[in-house]
């Protein structure tokens, strides 16, 4: 009696976890407020951005309450792996090696790397232009993959907690380049107070052993139903024109990408 108790309380509590988990009233998002014009903390301290307003029409779709939460880029998965929130939507590339760790929902858009140098530098993208020059990126990035396996040896790599870091730096004169999103590069630095002094150099990189396969949200590999959720609302708010009133407020073009 007292084995067939215990063994009813433990089906019970299995089914109960598993309503709760797959009803997804409340969704934490993981952001990280540093990466404009995809999230970016505004003077009154709320974060605001394209990834920010993709989450509320997300949860919108999946009729759940948002819930943002605020964190540093390089604390992004160990965070979720602590159950700090439920989901990372923070323009995190879907890479072969993240996906080892967390899964990732389908893209929610796609845009290639680029470079940045100083005008009149005439520094090139190859080795013997890139010798000894020191280069900026986002530390744990894809970026700061893609220049440790393609450039090891032969340029400095300097590592950074926020892109803002990485602008301030360049513009001080202490970075040769800097490599990142081209969107963020366009909007955030490029287009601001001084960014007339630099430009893009080389090509649109988009090799897939490094940057995937476009954005995507991650979640912890035990929240299925929170993915297959996502996944739906994703293409819900795509189909449904939410997405192309969304991108509008920040670009003057398709962001979702092939």
Same mark, same amino acid.
């Given at each position: 009696?007292?084995?067939?108790?215990?063994?009813?309380?433990?089906?019970?509590?299995?089914?109960?976890?598993?309503?709760?988990?797959? @009803?997804?009233?409340?969704? %934490?998002? /993981?952001? @990280?407020?540093?990466?404009?014009?995809?999230?970016? *903390?505004?003077?009154?301290?709320?974060?605001?951005?394209? #990834? &920010? #307003?993709?989450?509320?029409?997300? +949860?919108?779709?999946?009729?759940?309450? +948002?819930?943002?939460?605020?964190?540093?880029?390089?604390?992004?998965?160990?965070?979720?792996?602590?159950?700090?929130?439920?989901?990372?939507?923070?323009?995190?590339?879907?890479?072969?090696?993240?996906?080892?760790?967390?899964?990732?929902?389908?893209?929610?858009?796609? *845009?290639?790397?680029?470079?940045?140098?100083?005008? =009149?530098?005439?520094?090139?993208?190859?080795?013997?232009?890139?010798? =000894?020059? *020191? &280069? =900026?990126?986002? %530390?744990?990035?894809?970026? #700061?993959?893609? &220049?440790?396996?393609?450039?090891?040896?032969?340029?400095?790599?300097?590592? $950074?907690?926020?892109?803002?870091?990485? $602008?301030?730096?360049?513009?001080? =004169?202490?970075?040769? !380049?800097?490599?990142?999103?081209?969107?963020?590069?366009?909007?955030?630095?490029?287009?601001?107070?001084?960014?007339?002094?630099?430009?893009?150099? /080389?090509?649109?990189? *988009?090799?897939?052993?490094?940057?995937?396969?476009?954005?995507?949200?991650?979640?912890?590999? %035990?929240?299925?139903? !929170?993915? #297959?959720? !996502?996944?739906?609302? &994703?293409?819900?708010?795509?189909?449904?024109?939410? $997405?192309?009133?969304?991108?509008?407020? $920040?670009?003057?073009?398709?962001?979702?990408?092939?």
């Amino acid at each position: 009696m007292i084995k067939r108790l215990a063994l009813a309380f433990v089906v019970s509590a299995v089914a109960s976890t598993a309503v709760v988990a797959k @009803e997804w009233k409340t969704v %934490r998002f /993981g952001v @990280e407020g540093a990466f404009p014009p995809f999230s970016e *903390t505004a003077p009154d301290g709320s974060i605001i951005g394209f #990834d &920010i #307003d993709m989450a509320n029409a997300l +949860c919108a779709a999946m009729q759940a309450k +948002c819930v943002l939460v605020p964190q540093d880029w390089d604390g992004m998965i160990p965070a979720l792996m602590a159950r700090k929130y439920d989901a990372i939507i923070a323009s995190m590339s879907i890479t072969e090696e993240r996906k080892r760790k967390v899964d990732f929902t389908n893209k929610y858009y796609h *845009t290639p790397a680029r470079f940045v140098r100083k005008k =009149g530098s005439n520094i090139e993208i190859n080795e013997a232009s890139l010798k =000894g020059k *020191t &280069i =900026g990126v986002l %530390r744990s990035s894809t970026f #700061d993959s893609y &220049i440790s396996d393609k450039y090891q040896g032969v340029v400095n790599i300097k590592r $950074y907690s926020t892109q803002d870091e990485v $602008y301030l730096d360049m513009k001080a =004169g202490r970075l040769d !380049l800097v490599l990142g999103d081209s969107i963020p590069l366009q909007d955030g630095f490029l287009n601001k107070a001084g960014g007339d002094k630099f430009e893009f150099v /080389g090509p649109k990189i *988009t090799d897939k052993k490094w940057f995937g396969e476009g954005m995507g949200i991650a979640v912890r590999k %035990r929240d299925k139903d !929170l993915k #297959d959720k !996502l996944n739906a609302a &994703i293409a819900k708010i795509r189909k449904e024109g939410v $997405y192309d009133t969304v991108q509008k407020k $920040y670009f003057d073009f398709d962001i979702y990408g092939d």
